[in-house]
C-alpha cells in the first residue's frame, strides 16, 4: 500500500509562489505515476499536473502550463509542485495521487490514480 503525506499549502497573494512536497511511503515509488489535482468550492476535482512512471512524461493543464512545474526525486520518495504567479481562481484543495497510467490522456483522469493524498488548502488572495 501506499501512503501519501502532503505539505506546503497556506494563503499566498496573487502573483505569490508557493511549493507543494507529498511524500510517499514505500519502495517501489518510481513505478508510479504522480499526479495533482485541486477541487474548488462547487466545483469538480480537476486535473493539475502529472508526472509518468520515471519522470519522462510531464503533463500540465492549459490553466497552469508556464506557472507551475512538478518534478519528482524518487530516491525521496517524494513530488513537487511548484507554483508562481498564483492567481485567485488556483484557490482551492490540492491532492496528490499515485497511479498507473500509459499515456498522457490517462494521466489526466482520476481514475487512473489508485492512492490519494488526504489534500491540502491553496487560498490565494487579490
Known amino acids: 500500500q501506499v ?3 502532503e505539505s506546503g499549502g497556506g494563503l499566498v497573494q496573487a502573483g505569490g509562489s508557493l511549493r507543494l512536497s507529498c511524500a510517499a511511503s514505500g519502495r517501489t515509488f518510481s513505478r508510479f505515476a504522480m499526479g495533482w489535482f485541486r477541487q474548488a468550492p462547487g466545483k469538480e476535482r480537476e486535473f493539475v499536473a502529472a508526472s509518468s512512471w520515471g519522470g519522462v512524461g510531464t503533463y500540465y493543464a492549459d490553466s497552469v502550463k508556464g506557472r507551475f512545474t512538478i518534478s519528482r526525486d524518487n530516491a525521496k520518495n517524494t513530488v513537487y509542485l511548484q507554483m508562481n504567479s498564483l492567481k485567485p481562481e488556483d484557490t482551492g484543495v490540492y491532492y496528490c495521487a499515485a497511479g498507473q497510467c500509459s499515456s498522457g490522456h ?3 483522469q482520476p481514475a ?4 490519494w493524498g488526504q489534500g491540502t488548502q491553496v487560498t490565494v488572495s487579490s
Open 3 to 5: 501512503q501519501l503525506v
Open 106 to 108: 490517462a494521466c489526466y
Open 112 to 115: 487512473s490514480y489508485d492512492y
